[in-house]
């Protein structure tokens, strides 16, 4: 058995709390499209609804039903990039090629760090606790426009998703696969 990949325990105080972000997120991506059901077309329920929840709901499944095996994770972390990337499309040009680039950049050193071909966790910690920090103490205090509880939803969701990934980071520690 590899010692080299990075492990969690499903009974892990990080992976329950990272699974509860996970399904609060989900939830709140429900209520919002629950509210404004009837204003959104087909791409925007598949886009901004159902890959998410599907990402969020997938993961956290995962954190809390498997033996401590983190590499089943990266299918669900895909499809949150994939999520993020299709939601970076409506920003001007230049700006979705950096988000293009900076997610893909996270999901190669998130396969590489659960993987093990990266022997510290730092590089990961970095790319996930850095847009937590900067959703929070830049666009959500200067930038946003809170305009009431529904509107805030997408962003408190996002909020989740970053918080969850970086409390699932600080919890995998390298051991044995069983």
Same mark, same amino acid.
């Given at each position: 058995?590899? @010692?080299?990949?990075?492990?969690? !325990?499903? *009974? ?32 925007? %329920?598949? +886009? ?7 990402? &969020? ?17 990266? %299918? ?9 990337? $299709? ?9 979705? +090629?950096? !988000? &293009? +680039?900076?997610?893909? +950049? ?14 510290? #966790? ?16 830049? $666009? *959500? %205090?200067?930038?946003? *426009? ?27 520690? #390298?051991?044995?696969? @069983?």
């Amino acid at each position: 058995m590899s @010692y080299n990949r990075r492990t969690l !325990s499903p *009974d892990s105080p990080y992976a329950i709390v990272a699974a509860l972000l996970m399904f609060f997120s989900a939830a709140l991506s429900t209520v919002r499209f629950a509210w404004y059901s009837f204003e959104f077309d087909w791409t925007e %329920i598949t +886009v901004g609804f159902i890959l998410p929840v599907t990402a &969020c709901v997938i993961m956290a499944v995962m954190l809390l039903s498997r033996k401590n095996n983190l590499m089943p994770t990266i %299918i669900p972390m895909l499809i949150g990039v994939i999520y993020f990337a $299709l939601k970076s499309v409506s920003l001007d040009l230049w700006k979705c +090629v950096l !988000s &293009c +680039v900076l997610y893909a +950049v996270f999901a190669i050193v998130y396969i590489l760090t659960v993987s093990g071909f990266l022997n510290s #966790r730092t590089p990961l910690m970095v790319l996930s606790a850095a847009p937590l920090l900067f959703r929070v103490f830049v $666009l *959500d %205090i200067f930038v946003y *426009d809170f305009s009431g509880l529904l509107s805030f939803l997408p962003e408190l969701s996002v909020i989740f998703i970053l918080a969850a990934i970086v409390v699932e980071t600080r919890g995998m520690r #390298r051991g044995r696969l @069983y």
